[in-house]
């Protein structure tokens, strides 16, 4: 019974559309600027230790890491919004904001590390 309330809601309904759309798309943005041709593989850190910056260079691999994060980060939202629903709805919301939160600074952020490159 709470999860047919949950899918009427027209709040969450909204969020859950922003967070797949900012999954969706991020993801697709980021496969797309991906290219394998790069020889010296792709920054996938950066650290100031001391005043000194650091880039550490990793594979593609390490890279896709940030399409597999996006998706993680909408399966549990939307999860654990789902099951915090009937106990509040404000807190499901708010799970829900923050997932869009996230999203948003995993694009930011990989799009910082490809342009790096």
Do not use: E, W
Request: charged letters at 10%; zero cysteines; aromatic letters at 10%.
């Amino acid at each position: 019974m709470a999860s047919k309330k949950y899918f009427h809601d027209h709040l969450v309904l909204l969020l859950l559309s922003v967070n797949v759309f900012l999954a969706v798309a991020g993801a697709i943005s980021f496969l797309f600027r991906l290219t394998t041709s790069h020889g010296n593989g792709y920054i996938v850190q950066y650290r100031l230790i001391d005043g000194i910056n650091t880039f550490k260079n990793g594979t593609v691999v390490d890279i896709l890491s940030f399409v597999a994060f996006a998706g993680l980060v909408l399966a549990i939202h939307t999860i654990l919004s789902m099951k915090a629903y009937h106990i509040h709805r404000q807190l499901a919301i708010t799970i829900l904001a923050l997932g869009v939160l996230l999203l948003t600074l995993t694009i930011i952020i990989s799009n910082a590390l490809l342009v790096l490159r």
